[in-house]
């Protein structure tokens, strides 16, 4: 039997709140083509609207429904065509064509066309969370029916990464919900799955989209829970609640050893790090900075947070990452070089700092609880706050926050870290330097500087400056590259577990 798709059908049902298919009891064959794949984060979704988040847990999700022109793998570092089949750059490197791909459906039924491409990409230089991804454009427009072109106003040899964060989006979908696009339901995707139902701290449910131009998905339904608290989802796993989770380090060896579950520790492309707001009183004194940042007890934070098994970091971005560098400025645990530091500070006796926020649950709970102890340790008081994840990352973001524990997942090139440091990235950075006493527009055009040369080489001797800047602000402190310890129920079959971002296009039931 055809399969027809009724997109208004689907739309109405879905706002309602209803988990339903778009297509007759009849599409779905027996066996385990209806089985339901239960999965968990552990945070509510923030936002379906992918140009406004950059949360990490959004962005474990996001990718199911909607795609960018290229993905670029993240266990290979291989750019694969997607919305776009292929693409060119100019002589000068100035000017990129990207052909958009026949055939590909949004999940309301229309097709794709290169005005929403270039609808998609105007909107994202608006939004705060993705324009860092688009400074160097100029100009944005089609060229034909098939054709997408970028102007740029200098070489960039992180564009084409850039890009990959970026997902295209329906102009009509977009358009006609308005204020409402991101907080309810939409068919707004080009993804291997579109959603049926939507509760953002509650429950949200998608199916198999069949005119996916890479074929339908093997899984037809998911059903996704956030559960805040790894020890409870841990629990609804081991209860038969959830087929697949992120299981807390602390459990691991139990789990790794029970013949009932698949298993994997894959490390992640990850930093988890604490960031110092430069602004707030009394952390505008350097040296009281660099007290805390040598006052860090790593080893204790990657055992409190992962059983020792996470990765101390030196820098914030991992070399497998193009341009990083792995020489440089470096703080680790030495309390006497902290005491030191302390003594040169305005607060040689010690001084209450105030509060530590972090977003409550999981490890970013833990890590502020040794950081509150290591300060201790040399006379420095705080508080922890506990705070739920898109409180605390808003407060961030508004330099409403004195001292915090997170992390970012690079996406393969040093140049990802710009939209978290720079100053222009207002809505995404973390740390304002333009109201510090540093050279903030040095760094600005070191960040320009990285980026206008292909030569890998040139690159990393640019961002080891770079990096060396902004850590001697003793603002962002890299702690640990965490792993993940993947667990999942014997009959899913999972090809590759990528290292933080699930593809559950790839994954199947057993036969």
């Known amino acids: 039997m055809k399969r027809v798709f009724n997109p208004k059908s689907l739309l109405l049902a879905a706002t309602a709140g209803i988990c339903v298919s778009a297509f007759s009891g009849a599409a779905f064959a027996a066996g385990n083509d209806d089985r339901v794949l239960r999965l968990s984060i552990l945070a509510p979704l923030t936002t379906i609207d992918p140009h406004r988040t950059v949360n990490l847990q959004d962005k474990i999700f996001l990718p199911q429904i909607y795609e960018s022109l290229y993905l670029q793998n993240e266990k290979t570092g291989e750019y694969q065509p997607r919305i776009a089949e292929s693409y060119t750059v100019s002589e000068d490197g100035k000017t990129y064509k990207f052909k958009i791909r ?37 100009d944005i427009h089609a060229e034909g029916d098939d054709t997408l072109v970028f102007e740029l106003s200098q070489p960039n040899s992180a564009f084409l990464n850039s890009l990959c964060n970026i997902f295209v989006i329906s102009e009509r979908e977009v358009t006609e919900q308005g204020e409402k696009f991101g907080t309810q339901v939409a068919l707004a995707g080009t993804g291997p799955y579109y959603l049926t139902s939507l509760q953002h701290d509650v429950e949200w449910t998608c199916s198999a989209f069949p005119q996916y131009y890479r074929g339908e998905a093997p899984i037809k339904k998911l059903d996704y829970k956030p559960i805040t608290q790894a020890s409870a989802g841990l629990i609804a796993f081991e209860a038969g609640e959830l087929d697949w989770y992120i299981a807390p380090i602390a459990n691991w060896d ?17 930093i988890s790090f604490l960031v110092i707001n430069p602004a707030a009183k009394p952390l505008d004194d350097e040296n009281l900075r660099k007290a805390i940042a040598y006052c860090i007890d790593k080893d204790a934070m990657n055992m409190t947070c992962y059983d020792g098994l996470a990765v101390n970091a030196d ?27 302390l003594a040169k500070s305005a607060y040689p006796n010690g001084v209450d700092i105030g509060v530590i926020n972090c977003s409550a649950g999981g490890y970013f709970e833990k890590m502020a609880q040794v950081l509150q102890q290591n300060m201790a340790d040399i006379g420095i008081i705080a508080k922890v706050n506990r705070l739920d994840s898109a409180t605390n990352m808003n407060n961030m973001r508004k330099q409403t926050f004195s001292i915090a524990p997170t992390g970012f997942s690079p996406s393969g090139d040093f140049d990802f870290y710009r939209k978290f440091s720079q100053t222009d990235m207002v809505g995404s950075f973390y740390v304002k330097f333009e109201d510090t006493p540093y050279d903030w527009k040095h760094m600005n055009e070191l960040w320009d500087k990285g980026v206008a040369t292909t030569n890998v080489e040139e690159r990393k ?11 001697n602000t003793a603002t962002y402190l890299p702690i640990f590259h965490k792993v993940q310890p993947y667990v999942w129920v014997k009959d899913l079959v999972i090809p590759v577990n990528y290292p933080t971002n699930p593809q559950v296009y790839e994954w199947s039931w057993k036969k």
């Open 461 to 471: 001797a640019i961002y080891r400056e770079l990096n060396d800047w902004i850590a």
């Open 254 to 270: 139990d789990l790794k050893d029970n013949d009932k579950y698949n298993t994997e520790l894959v490390p992640a492309n990850h």
């Open 315 to 341: 820098f914030m971005i991992q070399k497998q990452n193009v341009g990083a560098p792995t020489e440089g400025i470096v703080y680790n645990y030495d309390p006497d070089k902290a005491k030191e530091y």
């Open 102 to 138: 026949k055939g590909v459906k949004f999940h309301n039924g229309d097709d794709l066309k290169v005005s929403d491409c270039v609808f998609s990409f105007k909107r994202a230089q608006t939004t705060p969370q993705m324009k860092s991804n688009l400074t160097v454009v100029t």
